[in-house]
T-cell receptor
Framework: DAGVIQSPRHEVTEMGQEVTLRCKPISGHDYLFWYRQTMMRGLELLIYFNNNVPIDDSGMPEDRFSAKMPNASFSTLKIQPSEPRDSAVYFC??????????FGEGSRLTVL | AQTVTQSQPEMSVQEAETVTLSCTYDTSESDYYLFWYKQPPSRQMILVIRQEAYKQQNATENRFSVNFQKAAKSFSLKISDSQLGDAAMYFCAYRSPNTGNQFYFGTGTSLTVIP
């Protein structure tokens, strides 16, 4: 298996622009998590899905953030409009049942 | 919500020596899972070791082992014969099957390996 695949690896954009991060979980995994990592705040859970259904989105910072999982093999995290404080590394991770998390390589977002 | 505490923001160890990273957690549950993840400068999060709470035997993976003390709610990671490639940020994580199978992460310990 190719593991969790995230795109893009790097994104540089200007304040106010829309940003879409993409994730393909490991085939067969029923959980998908989106995390944000910064030096100041560490690793933060934004939202997670079970069988494509959002379970907990209490970590989503505000209405500018939205996440979808239209099917078992694809998820997106969208920021609109983006702000400089959104600059971070965004990780997608998937898991099967009560197993361990498998992380993607992360998407580094820089908002100017 | 469960909390995971890593009280050592930074640790260092001489190459070939042994180091122990601490992790404690707060829970009222009896069934859960614990993990240690490594994040090297490449930023890829890699699973180091996993422990099921119902297992009394401490998990071991080559040079990595844990000291799981369920009553004390402690889950420390021991790295033996430390290598330069062990330098990374290490995160302790707790997974609860009773609260939606969510993962709770500690704040991490940055490990430096001195040649």
């Amino acid at each position: 298996d190719a593991g969790v695949i995230q795109s893009p690896r790097h994104e540089v954009t200007e304040m106010g622009q829309e940003v879409t991060l993409r994730c393909k979980p490991i085939s067969g995994h029923d959980y998908l998590f989106w995390y944000r990592q910064t030096m100041m705040r560490g690793l933060e859970l934004l939202i997670y899905f079970n069988n494509n259904v959002p379970i907990d989105d209490s970590g989503m910072p505000e209405d500018r953030f939205s996440a979808k999982m239209p099917n078992a093999s694809f998820s997106t995290l969208k920021i609109q409009p983006s702000e400089p404080r959104d600059s971070a590394v965004y990780f997608c991770a998937s898991a099967l049942g009560t197993g361990e998390l498998f992380f993607g390589e992360g998407s580094r977002l820089t908002v100017l | 919500a469960q909390t995971v505490t890593q009280s050592q923001p930074e640790m260092s160890v001489q190459e070939a020596e042994t180091v122990t990273l601490s992790c404690t957690y707060d829970t009222s549950e009896s069934d859960y899972y614990l993990f240690w993840y490594k994040q090297p400068p490449s930023r890829q999060m890699i699973l180091v070791i996993r422990q099921e709470a119902y297992k009394q035997q401490n998990a071991t993976e080559n040079r990595f082992s844990v000291n799981f003390q369920k009553a004390a709610k402690s889950f420390s990671l021991k790295i033996s014969d430390s290598q330069l490639g062990d330098a990374a940020m290490y995160f302790c994580a707790y997974r609860s099957p009773n609260t939606g199978n969510q993962f709770y992460f500690g704040t991490g310990t940055s490990l430096t390996v001195i040649p």
